[in-house]
């Protein structure tokens, strides 16, 4: 059974703060690695995807890969209030195109 | 670009009832996927397509049934509806296997 782990939070941070979430997965094989964000109520909404080891950047967000240590991790700097959500870690499954997603994080930004 | 949409937003039934929820996408990807959201279990895949008239079975398959004729269509039904299956139920599309997936605003279903 191939999983993705996350740590299901809260977390919290204060406004301005960096927001660091993680996760693990158990299938050495895989390429694609992808964070959502979901706002109660809403669909997820896709914020990064990254293919290759190291970091990559997208305004206040980094995303960043570790193939050997299988973890992917989401930075997210200066946080905002509006940054509250669920973050969902989703991992490309070799067969078939498939995501296998963790449970999410929750994060809370406090003002 | 009204992108992926789904139809109903929100929809009640009956056990036993048959229901199908729409998917529609306008951005001509070849991949689509139904996913059910419940609490404690995350996003789940029921069924997902590769291109028109190609259809595989997800983690959760069992009482649902896919077609997909059109590639831009991929309705998903209950055949015969249960409690259990009370859920949010999102689709998405990606324009290849590797690509990133793309959410509509979900259908929320409650089964009496």
Redesign the interface.
């Known amino acids: 059974q191939k999983e993705v782990e996350q740590n299901s939070g809260p977390l919290s941070v204060p406004e301005g703060a960096i927001a660091s979430l993680n996760c693990t997965y158990s299938d050495r094989g895989s390429q694609s690695f992808f964070w959502y964000r979901q706002y109660s109520g809403k669909s997820p909404e896709l914020i990064m995807f990254i293919y290759s080891n190291g970091d990559k950047e997208d305004g206040r967000f980094t995303a960043q890969l570790n193939k050997a240590s299988q973890y992917v991790s989401l930075l997210i700097r200066d946080s905002q209030p509006s940054d509250s959500a669920t973050y969902l870690c989703a991992v490309r499954d070799n067969q078939g195109g498939k995501l296998i997603f963790g449970q999410g994080t929750e994060l809370s930004v406090k003002p | 670009d009204a992108g992926i949409t789904q139809s109903p937003r929100y929809k009640i039934t009956e056990t036993g009832r048959q229901v199908t929820l729409m998917c529609h996408q306008t951005w001509s990807h070849s991949?689509m996927?139904w996913y059910r959201q419940d609490l404690g279990h995350?996003?789940r895949?029921i069924y997902?397509s590769?291109a028109a008239d190609i259809t595989?079975k997800?983690e959760v398959p069992d009482g649902y049934v896919v077609s997909r004729s059109k590639t831009e269509n991929f309705p998903l039904t209950l055949e015969s509806a249960t409690r259990s299956q009370t859920s949010v139920y999102?689709c998405a599309s990606?324009l290849?296997?590797?690509q990133?997936?793309?959410?509509?605003?979900?259908t929320r279903l409650s089964i009496l």
């Open positions: 991949y996927f995350g996003l895949l997902y590769a595989d997800g999102f990606s290849g296997g590797s990133p997936q793309h959410f509509g605003d979900g």
